[in-house]
């Protein structure tokens, strides 16, 4: 790795001190003084023509101050800002807060009656622009918002009442993520193996009346619009999407239940296998489950409630795990198999979710190892019905029938020996359906789609996609986020509050009982609560839940194309000319539940009208974790290194420059390895070597030392490319062997008034600025230049410098290397092999034997095979 092997060799190779009035911290606040009178990096008007670049930095919570896991993050965020601006952009680069959540509310529960988290939140926000600020960041600090401001969630209210104008946005009971710490719910983003991904507390599942937005209407755009991102967004990530999304395309069978008027709908991605259904199983939360237990004897519904009892202390990742013991209850009621009219036993088990499909499946165990295991474990019958020995390609083979026209099947021993019911592993691949009427000798794929041609025509089935997608979860029973903005009407209605009404702001937490119960503090807000309702006039009560914070996240980078507008939430010209997104810079932790989230309100708003395009970020780059003690940093775990202090000592420069070149950016990076000695050594170097210069801003570059110029002029040329493949560690290697070869002229005989000392000098200023922009803005005064060194436009490097005038070239002999020769670049190969042929080492090498085969790649490599 780049990073490391330069470190190395810096510190071997720079072993002075930090030059004698290289002070990092009081260059440090010179510029950021002198930044923040000019306000430099706002991004230009409507009257700005230079093409446009939005970047954007995933914005941070205000949990106490930053620490280096945050640093990473922005200083790849500034680097990527500043290289555009060089590059000749219109740069828009916002900083804002997420500023609603838990965090704030639990330290205001800490901090007694009283306490109110508008304070602890905006306390901290206060201390994080100090730090931006402190760390050189370039941002246009006209577009801060805060998404706890009444102006900025006034439009979260907005959206909702859009939402739930097309029918996007809807109330119902179901089964919910809880966490009995935090006492809220959580999508199922939220829940990590099990447990609750804030606190760490066990989730168990609870039923409660929520919000949700429909997310599954949009969940074919959500997964086919993916290919739009193939090659701008990591490849991880657009598989976590895809993955998360989960089409399953197959039938929908409607299967009869005896006692019940009402048919039961499954979903299968395997309608070919429905001869091969032994049993149903029904999730134990589901209504249906309830429904047909109530409906059974006194004692199915006493073993069910207890089943049930056992099932919601668990997660839905612990139910569904392959390893577990499967457990389940008999309903006693029976379900008719549509295309055989057997009779399957229907049952309660955990295996099944009720928010799957439709919350019953019909069970194949030869065929599914999950129903297999079940079967087994309550002596269940398996029935094959796909013989996976049979070849799947060519002609079907002719199936004999009896008179009645069955088929009969020929015995097959191989069969016996793969028997699932014997050998406890389903048969999941292809093969030749048998046992299944007039299926049989079909393959998977016919079977399927004969299967449903058949369901269709009797009624009892249609072809039909699930997805593992469900609708977004949006209510929380907390204090601090966005309220709800709907009232609940005496007569059972439940109506918009009217958009001249809104912000629906939160009331002052003076007074309010903040600590987790079950339900939203801001029901014991009486006042606050109580309304009319905007139809008759009559009282009425708002809706005490307020909004998941992932809703303020979900179009932030919209807010701020116009992040002082009272009037809309963002202007459709503004959008046209900023939007979407160039390069969004984050963790890679946010893969599913924001990046998913910010894509499907981009699709509602573009079906809106309001903006024409359909992904929010063009380019996503994820960068890696800083870990202490081998752990990512988290002010929770205590495992940190503080920014504030890192910015006075060692500086802002030094630890932008030490992370940058740590090494690639998608790496983690152990804080204990990063070299902030090298960093701070190498950027005092840089400074000297300007402060050495002695020419004039206008010498002829030309005219100076030719080996320095190509150096200076080769760096020039690669690190666009570079820098736009997220090769930061490389740039910045390349800037200290540009830094090491300008030393050397400057300390040769042509000394620090050699035209190509200053040329490079200058070059190192501008390239450093997206590194270590205080330490290039003192670099650049001192070469005599007004203005700001980060507004300073690329140099352009001359083709003539970039041509090598040699090269070595490599002779192979049988596949080992035998010699080199310095040679022209430009040489021919006919020419290069007869230099190889001729020299004296190669010749002995060569002893006895005879060239066979020479193969000659000019100028570069010449490789003889020997007879």
């Not at 939402?163 to 179901?174: P, Q, T, W």
């Not at 030869?366 to 002609?395: I, K, S, Y």
């Not at 503090?521 to 809706?543: C, F, I, N, S, V």
């Not at 190969?829 to 090498?845: N, W």
């Amino acid at each position: 790795m780049i990073g490391t092997s330069s470190v190395s060799q810096i510190n071997a190779t720079d072993t002075d001190a930090p030059a004698d009035g290289f002070d990092a911290y009081a260059i440090q606040q010179k510029w950021q003084a002198r930044w923040a009178e000019a306000d430099p990096f706002r991004a230009g008007g409507e009257e700005d023509t230079r093409p446009r670049k939005y970047v954007l930095g995933m914005f941070p919570y205000p949990s106490g101050d930053l620490h280096m896991g945050h640093a990473e993050n922005y200083a790849y965020v500034d680097v990527v800002a500043r290289f555009w601006r060089h590059r000749g952009y219109n740069v828009l680069n916002p900083i804002g807060w997420d500023s609603f959540g838990l965090p704030a509310e639990n330290a205001a529960i800490k901090g007694g009656a009283g306490s109110d988290p508008r304070e602890w939140t905006y306390r901290n926000i206060d201390q994080h622009k100090k730090s931006f600020r402190e760390f050189g960041s370039s941002y246009d600090w006209s577009r801060v918002l805060h998404t706890s401001d009444p102006e900025y969630y006034r439009w979260n209210q907005w959206l909702f009442q859009r939402l739930y104008e097309r029918d996007l946005a809807y109330r119902k009971d179901s089964p919910v993520n809880w966490c009995p710490n935090d006492q809220t719910v959580l999508a199922n983003e939220q829940v990590v193996d099990g447990h609750c991904e804030r606190c760490g507390a066990e989730v168990v599942k609870k039923k409660l009346t929520q919000w949700y937005f429909k997310i599954t209407d949009y969940a074919d755009r959500l997964l086919d619009d993916l290919n739009q991102l193939e090659g701008f967004w990591p490849s991880k990530v657009i598989r976590m999407q895809r993955n998360w999304i989960g089409r399953s395309v197959g039938a929908d069978i409607d299967f009869e239940i005896e006692g019940r008027a009402e048919k039961v709908t499954v979903f299968s991605t395997r309608p070919d296998t429905l001869h091969g259904a032994t049993f149903m199983v029904v999730a134990p939360d589901s209504d249906l489950a309830a429904e047909l237990a109530a409906g059974s004897t006194a004692e199915v519904r006493m073993r069910f409630q207890d089943y049930l009892d056992q099932v919601q202390r668990q997660s839905d990742i612990e139910r569904q795990s392959t390893d577990r013991p499967k457990t389940g209850v008999f309903l006693d009621r029976f379900a008719v198999n549509p295309v055989n009219g057997e009779r399957l036993p229907i049952w309660a088990a955990d295996y099944v979710l009720a928010d799957y499909g439709h919350g019953a499946v019909m069970a194949v165990p030869a065929h599914d190892q999950r129903d297999l295991d079940f079967a087994r474990a309550f002596d269940l019958p398996v029935r094959t019905v796909v013989d996976t020995t049979a070849p799947v390609t060519g002609a079907i083979p002719v199936i004999e029938t009896d008179e009645d026209g069955v088929p009969i099947l020929p015995e097959d021993e191989s069969l016996e020996e793969i028997d699932p019911a014997r050998t406890g592993i389903a048969l999941t691949g292809d093969g030749r359906m048998i046992n299944s009427g007039t299926l049989d000798g079909l393959s998977k794929r016919h079977a399927i789609t004969r299967v449903i041609e058949q369901l269709e025509a009797a009624g009892t089935g249609r072809a039909a996609k699930s997805y593992r997608l469900r609708d977004w979860l949006i209510s929380r029973q907390r204090f601090w986020g966005t309220p709800i903005p709907m009232i609940h009407t005496q007569d059972g209605r439940i109506v918009p509050v009217p958009d001249e009404q809104l912000p629906l702001r939160l009331p002052d937490a003076t007074g309010l009982d903040l600590k987790p119960k079950g339900t939203s503090p801001l029901g014991g807000a009486t006042e606050w609560m109580q309304t009319t309702d905007p139809e008759t006039g009559e009282p009425a009560l708002r809706d005490a839940d307020t909004m998941d914070t992932f809703v303020d996240s979900s179009w932030y980078f919209l807010r701020f194309l116009a992040a002082n507008d009272p009037t809309q939430a963002f202007p459709s010209s503004e959008a046209d000319r900023w939007a979407p997104v160039d390069s969004y810079i984050g963790g890679v932790e946010h893969a599913i539940l924001h990046l998913l989230y910010a894509r499907f309100i981009t699709k509602v708003l573009y079906d809106m009208g309001l903006i024409d395009f359909t992904e929010p970020f063009s380019s996503l780059i994820n960068q890696g974790m800083v870990l202490l003690d081998g752990s990512k940093m988290s002010k929770s775990k205590g495992n940190l290194v503080e920014f504030a202090s890192s910015m006075m000592d060692p500086g802002a420069d030094v630890v932008r420059t030490a992370i940058a070149f740590a090494g690639p950016v998608e790496d983690d990076i152990n804080w204990e390895d990063v070299s902030t000695t090298g960093a701070q050594k190498f950027l005092a170097r840089a400074w000297r070597v300007a402060k050495d210069v002695t020419s004039d801003p206008d010498v002829l570059w030309k005219t100076g030392d030719p080996a320095l110029r190509r150096v200076t002029h080769r760096l020039l040329a690669d690190a666009p490319s570079l820098v736009e493949q997220t090769k930061f560690n490389v740039v910045v290697a390349r800037l200290m062997e540009l830094v090491n070869a300008t030393r050397k002229v400057i300390d040769s005989g042509a000394g620090p008034a050699d035209a190509a000392v200053r040329e490079a000098a200058e070059a190192t200023a501008m390239i450093l600025d997206l590194f270590a922009p205080h330490t290039a803005e003192e670099m650049w005064e001192v070469l005599g230049y007004d203005g700001f060194v980060g507004l300073v436009a690329w140099r352009s490097p001359d083709p003539l410098l970039l041509v090598e005038e040699s090269v070595t070239a490599v002779v192979q002999i049988d596949g080992k290397v035998r010699g080199t020769l310095t040679v022209s670049a430009k040489i021919s190969a006919d020419e290069l092999e007869a230099l190889a042929r001729a020299d004296e080492k190669v010749r002995r090498s060569l002893g006895d034997r005879e060239i066979a085969r020479a193969v000659v790649r000019a100028p570069k490599v010449v490789s003889f095979t020997t007879a």
